[in-house]
Every structure is written in C-alpha cells, then in structure tokens.
Nanobody, 115 residues
Framework: VQLQASGGGLVQDGGSLRLSCAVR????????WAWYRQAAGKQRELVAR???????DYADSVKGRFTISRDTAATMISLQMNSLKPEDTAVYSC??????????WGKGTQVTVSS
C-alpha cells in the first residue's frame, strides 16, 4: 500500500484547506484510514480517523472544524479543514492500517496558518 498526500500550503487564520491522500496498492485490505499531524517540537497526534464501516473519530481540538472522508473505492482519503487556526500549523500525514495490523504512512504535507 502506498499513500501520497497533497494539498498543504499557507493559509490565513480562519481560512480553509483540503488535504487529499491517494491510496494505491492493496486497498481492499485496509480497515482504518487516518490523518495525523506533528507540529514543530511536539509529538505526532491523531487528527481524524475513519474506518471501513465509516466510524469516525476526531481530536477534540478539531471537532466541528475538520471532516475526514473517503470515496467508495477508498482510492482517496480527504481532510476538509475549515476555520483554521495558527495552532493547526503542522506537517500532516496520511496513515492506513490493514487487517493484519500493518501500518502505512504517506509523506507529510506542510500546513501553515498565519495569524
């Protein structure tokens, strides 16, 4: 499984961005897709997660502002980010876990929110 994230960039406080993660390979073996982020000097944290059954999970800090979604074929995982804040600035990475609990990571994309 290969993951490739795109869509990061620079946005002003209160703006929006949409991140996309292209999923290639054995997509049918994936049970969990997620977005993580890591800000400078901080630990990586879960931002949002979606399961094959479409169960959703969000970090408290992004609830009501971010939405994770996937297309039916699970070829694309998206993260719509609205009402962005400077504290959302981080490198965002997409993640997948297959039914055998193998973890897959995509290369991160930088999101910078200016105040």
């Amino acid at each position: 499984v290969q993951l490739q994230a795109s869509g990061g960039g620079l946005v002003q406080d209160g703006g929006s961005l949409r991140l996309s993660c292209a999923v290639r390979g054995s997509r049918n073996s994936i049970d969990i897709w997620a977005w993580y982020r890591q800000a400078a000097g901080k630990q990586r944290e879960l931002v949002a997660r979606i399961s094959r059954g479409d169960d959703l999970d969000y970090a408290d800090s992004v609830k009501g502002r971010f939405t994770i979604s996937r297309d039916t074929a699970a070829t694309m995982i998206s993260l719509q980010m609205n009402s962005l804040k400077p504290e959302d600035t981080a490198v965002y990475s997409c993640y997948a876990r297959d039914r055998w609990s193998m973890n897959y990571w995509g290369k991160g994309t930088q999101v910078t929110v200016s105040s």
